[in-house]
């Protein structure tokens, strides 16, 4: 496969294959505590169908599973920790971020787990995510010639997310609708999944944590959505998977979210969603 700098790939163009398990880290920040789903436990074991979010994300990254870091709250880790390694064991890690300071900081809390030339970002709530495509980010990422960063969006209305670019198709800046930053009625939204070279995403995390970049405009939270444009100047490759299912970008962050989520993976398991 052809793949250039700075490309919009579409997700069924992409071909089948195998991804290199052992040259991957998956983290997934997971600190969230459920408050805005009213949920006692972490938001990560909140259940879908009757089975936790973890659960779920788990079964879609397993063409990717060599590692796997949780980064969890300090409250969390009496709860989660059982859980996460009855099914990862040995491959399972967890990392503490003690104070909720943005989902930057909660990636860089898992550096010290990371040994492999590539590491998947995945948001803790993003259960609708399929296998296909979090295994097709990863071929297109194998096969670019100077991966960078890979990253999944889509098209859509009202987006909570909307990355703005140059005439070359380069990141320019992340736009956030929690920030009050979108005005665009259509923009390009991500699925909470982020596919990087490992040392490049965590010397530029530490280059924005130390030079005080990537702040909320609201929140000040540490954001790693804005630091995405940074990867456009470190002389690799930027490679974008267009998706066409918006399913695929639905979080859980309320009850109502939740019920939605649980009916798209009723109708995905039934429709026979590819894997």
């Keep these: 496969m052809g793949i250039h700098p700075h490309p919009v790939l579409y997700i069924d163009d992409i071909p089948e294959g195998t991804p290199s398990r052992s040259d991957w880290t998956i983290i997934i920040p997971a600190a969230g505590t459920g408050s805005r789903l009213g949920y006692h436990q972490p938001k990560i074991l909140y259940p879908l169908l009757g089975r936790p979010i973890l659960d779920w994300l788990l079964d879609a990254l397993q063409d990717v599973m060599h590692r796997v870091v949780l980064v969890l709250s300090?409250?969390?880790?009496?709860?989660?920790?059982?859980?996460f390694f009855s099914r990862m064991g040995s491959q399972g890690r967890v990392v503490i971020q003690t104070e909720p300071r943005g989902m930057a900081d909660a990636v860089l809390q898992a550096e010290s787990e990371v040994r492999?030339?590539?590491?998947?970002?995945?948001?803790?709530?993003q259960a609708t995510l399929s296998r296909r495509t979090i295994r097709r980010c990863a071929l297109a990422h194998e096969q670019t010639g100077t991966p960078n960063l890979t990253l999944a969006t889509i098209m859509k209305e009202q987006p909570y997310i909307h990355f703005q670019r140059d005439a070359n198709g380069k990141i320019i800046?992340?736009?956030q609708a929690r920030e009050g930053e979108i005005k665009e009625r259509i923009g390009e939204n991500d699925c909470g999944l982020f596919l990087f070279h490992a040392q490049t995403l965590f010397s530029t995390l530490h280059h924005c944590r130390d030079?005080?970049?990537?702040r909320g405009s609201n929140t000040r939270e540490f954001n790693l959505l804005q630091t995405?444009?940074?990867?456009?100047?470190?002389?690799?490759?930027?490679?974008?998977?267009?998706i066409n299912d918006e399913r695929e970008t639905m979080g859980v962050n309320t009850p109502e979210e939740a019920k939605i989520v649980e009916e798209i993976l009723k109708t995905m398991r039934s429709a026979g969603v590819p894997s």
């Excluded at 300090?74 to 859980?83: G, I, M």
């Excluded at 998947?120 to 709530?125: A, F, K, T, Y």
């Excluded at 995405?228 to 267009?242: A, C, I, S």
């Design 74 to 83: 300090p409250h969390a880790r009496t709860q989660v920790e059982p859980q």
């Design 116 to 125: 492999t030339p590539h590491c998947l970002v995945v948001w803790g709530d």
């Design 173 to 175: 800046r992340v736009q």
């Design 211 to 214: 030079h005080g970049l990537a």
């Design 228 to 242: 995405l444009p940074l990867f456009e100047q470190k002389g690799g490759d930027v490679v974008t998977v267009r």
